[in-house]
């Protein structure tokens, strides 16, 4: 299995931008999936963003496509969610999660996901 810890939440005003983390360990030398999950007060956790093992497979969730990237480092077993002209309807608990589906998409749904990390606060400033 792999062990996954984010950093890099915070406090940002609207429109500015952050970088999140996900730091891995454990079973990465087997190829995983590398999701971003979000969930905010009295919401249900839902989809940010996912990213194959080699890096050319992404899907976004239709609100932050267009303003957040994702990306991974394989050598460094560190994922990463660029967030930029962030909005208060980003303020949520980030969760990064990692899946070994071996399909040819990668998937949205978080039953997908066996692996969480603990998750960082983003909190948007309008």
């Known amino acids: 299995q792999v062990q996954l810890v984010e950093s890099g939440g915070g406090l940002v005003q609207a429109g500015g931008s952050l970088r999140l983390s996900c730091a891995a360990s454990?079973?990465?030398?087997?190829?995983?999936?590398m999701g971003w999950f979000r969930q905010a007060p009295g919401k249900v956790r839902e989809f940010v963003a996912a990213?194959?093992?080699?890096?050319?497979?992404?899907s976004f969730e239709d609100s932050v496509s267009g303003r957040f990237t994702i990306s991974r480092d394989n050598a460094k077993d560190t994922g990463y969610l660029q967030m930029a002209s962030l909005k208060s309807e980003d303020t949520a608990v980030y969760y990064c999660a990692a899946s070994y589906f071996s399909g040819s998409y990668v998937p949205q749904q978080p039953y997908r996901y066996p692996y969480w990390g603990q998750g960082t606060q983003v909190t948007v400033s309008s």
């Open positions: 454990g079973r990465t030398t087997s190829a995983y999936i």
């Open positions: 990213i194959n093992w080699s890096g050319d497979i992404t």
